[in-house]
């Protein structure tokens, strides 16, 4: 009976309008618009569907979602229960839930640590808020497990781990005995989505709800400090080639780089 | 007393030094020094004299077949070993294949962290203070690290390169892998490159990128024409690499290549941050888009709205008449 841990992130909405999109200079933090909910991290998502094509295939596959955050990361797992998965784990602990990315690998570790065995950790390449690409790796370095990262194509099957990976210029396949970490990337393909009855029969898996105590570890510290957060001002004035024409436009526009010999 | 700083440089597939090599020597220049170097793979003794030409006081190579290509558990025992030996204030590394993977793991195993993908690095006395983008590109992020040694990748082209000088003097010495093939828990079974036809994405000086405003894939047909014409190399923004209308190694974008030509030209691109972050260091964007509001305006130098079949055809040929008079 293979065992998926999924881990998944709720962000604030990355399609946020730009117009909209607004941060908080001296708390450091980005301002919640009304009416635009958080979201489940799109890489994430893209992690419990690699989870679920392993399923598809081994149905006795079980797969656990696991989330750190404050009480509305029920609604990720709950979206990730609804596409397929079989059971939540939520850690939800004000001493943790805004930790930096090393106390949050620490007490991720910390709870795949009590839902062994596992065969399998699927994380997503990034998260879509900070961007920061660790927490994947970093787990598989404090449990002591292989990492394999930016994948497009995950199989798992007799104690092998097989991915293919996207590198710079093609891509590679790399196996990795399990249990393993794997982080995926967005060329793994479309997250399947939950139907109306699948989204019912959610409500009735189990979430557990665990805190730091219920870990069994001292609280993790962070290593980093946020010095600033802040929008960069990148807008400039643009200048619009307009014509009588779309053709004379188009020729407007080559004589104007020409002109400031961009051509 | 942790002093100085320690570079993981890098070598490239074809047996030169990968670019990001000197950006990083230069950064670590920047921050005072001095600069010590890892130089890792197979093959790569040869480049140590290049490393010092760049900048590096001491080259530290590590040459053995296990070592390439990358693998975490090949590079890991050497990268902890040499950062505990030279006891830096800061390492560096590129937020490349190779950094996006060690530096985690060089971090925790170091019991520190590290600052990815970063646009600038200062010191603020002896402390690393280290920017970078976040929210998809929409913000910046500066941050200090609590630990020692202060972590960073860089951002490939967000350093200029000191003037190479091949006078410069420093220290090479060699070191041993220190690992067994049966210590490396993975195994690269497959290797595929996707070659781009002509000009690389991030050396080129021009750049024409297409989005989902072009329709569809046969659009990707005019970008190339022009793309010949100047000399330049196409583009693809994350939504058409995702629907196939272009191959994955095109995709220009924070989780794609970032691109540094002298011209980028958007076409049907509305201009996602996640896109944006890509391009974040063009000074000359033109956008030809649909939407007066699509966001891609708002970094463009210049910008026609309108529907790009009927403009560009026309663009091309008059910058194919251009170029040959």
């Given amino acids: ?263 | 007393m942790a002093s100085g700083v320690l570079v993981f440089g890098e070598a490239t597939d074809d047996g030169g030094l990968n670019p990001v090599t000197a950006e990083l020597i230069a950064a670590g220049s920047n921050l005072g020094g001095p600069v010590s170097c890892v130089l890792a793979g197979t093959g790569v003794e040869g480049l140590a004299q290049e490393c010092v030409a760049a900048g590096a006081d001491k080259v530290i190579v590590v040459d053995d077949p296990i070592l390439a290509p990358y693998q975490g558990d090949a590079y890991i025992p050497m990268a902890e070993r040499i950062a505990k030996e030279v006891d830096p204030s800061v390492v560096l590394m590129g937020q490349t294949m190779m950094g996006r993977d060690l530096a985690p793991r060089l971090a925790q195993r170091l019991g520190t962290a590290v600052a990815m993908d970063c646009m600038v690095l200062s010191m603020d006395g002896d402390q690393l203070v280290a920017e970078r983008p976040c929210y998809g590109g929409s913000a910046r992020a500066k941050y200090k690290i609590n630990g020692t040694p202060q972590m960073a990748t860089l951002r490939a082209k967000a350093t200029e390169p000191l003037a190479p000088d091949s006078s410069r003097q420093g220290e090479i010495v060699k070191q041993e892998a220190g690992v067994t093939a049966d210590q490396v828990r993975t195994k690269i079974t497959d290797r595929r490159k996707e070659k781009a036809e002509g000009v690389r994405l991030e050396d080129a000086t021009v750049v024409i990128s297409g989005g989902r405003g072009l329709g569809g894939p046969e659009g990707f047909k005019e970008l190339e024409e022009l793309a010949e014409i100047m000399g330049g190399a196409v583009g693809a923004s994350r939504a058409v690499c995702d629907l196939g209308w272009y191959p994955v190694p095109t995709q220009v974008g924070l989780t794609g290549k970032v691109v540094t030509p002298d011209l980028y030209i958007a076409v049907g691109i509305s201009g996602a941050s996640q896109h944006m972050a890509g391009i974040s260091s063009v000074k000359n964007i033109v956008a030809i888009n649909k939407d007066a509001e699509a966001n891609i305006f708002k970094a463009s130098r210049f910008g026609v709205v309108g529907d790009w079949k009927e403009i560009f055809p026309a663009f091309k040929e008059k910058v194919r008449e251009l170029k040959s008079a």
């Avoid at chain 1, 805004?98 to 640590?113: C, V």
């Fill in chain 1, 1 to 263: 009976m293979p065992h998926i841990i999924c881990l998944a992130k709720q962000v604030p909405d990355p399609e946020t309008p730009a117009a909209q999109f607004k941060v908080d200079e001296a708390a450091k933090k980005v301002i919640p618009v009304p009416g635009i909910q958080p979201v489940p991290s799109q890489f994430d998502t893209i992690g419990v569907e690699a989870a679920l094509r392993i399923k598809d295939d081994v149905a006795d596959t079980t797969i656990t979602i696991v989330s750190l955050g404050p009480d509305s990361s029920r609604d990720t797992i709950k979206h990730s229960l609804a596409m397929g998965a079989d059971e939540g784990v939520h850690i939800n602990d004000p001493a943790v839930n805004d930790s930096d990315h090393w106390a949050t690998a620490e007490t991720l570790a910390a709870a795949i640590k009590k839902l062994e065995p596992y065969d399998l950790i699927i994380a997503g390449r990034q998260a879509v808020d900070w961007d920061m690409g660790v927490v994947g790796t970093t787990i598989g370095e404090i449990l002591d497990l292989p990492s394999v990262t930016i994948a497009k194509d995950l199989k798992m099957a007799n104690g092998t781990v097989t991915v293919e990976r996207v590198l710079l210029d093609g891509f590679e396949t790399v196996e990795a005995p399990t249990p393993c970490v794997v982080t995926v990337s967005n060329e793994l393909g479309e997250p399947r989505y939950p139907q109306l009855r699948q989204i019912m029969q959610a409500a009735k898996k189990e979430v557990k709800t665990w805190t730091v105590a219920d870990l069994g570890i001292e609280t993790p510290q962070n290593r980093t400090t946020l010095e600033a957060l802040f929008v960069p001002d990148t807008s400039i004035e643009t200048e619009f080639i307009e014509g009588e024409s779309a053709q004379e436009t188009g020729e407007k526009l080559a004589v104007r780089l020409n002109e400031e010999k961009l051509i």
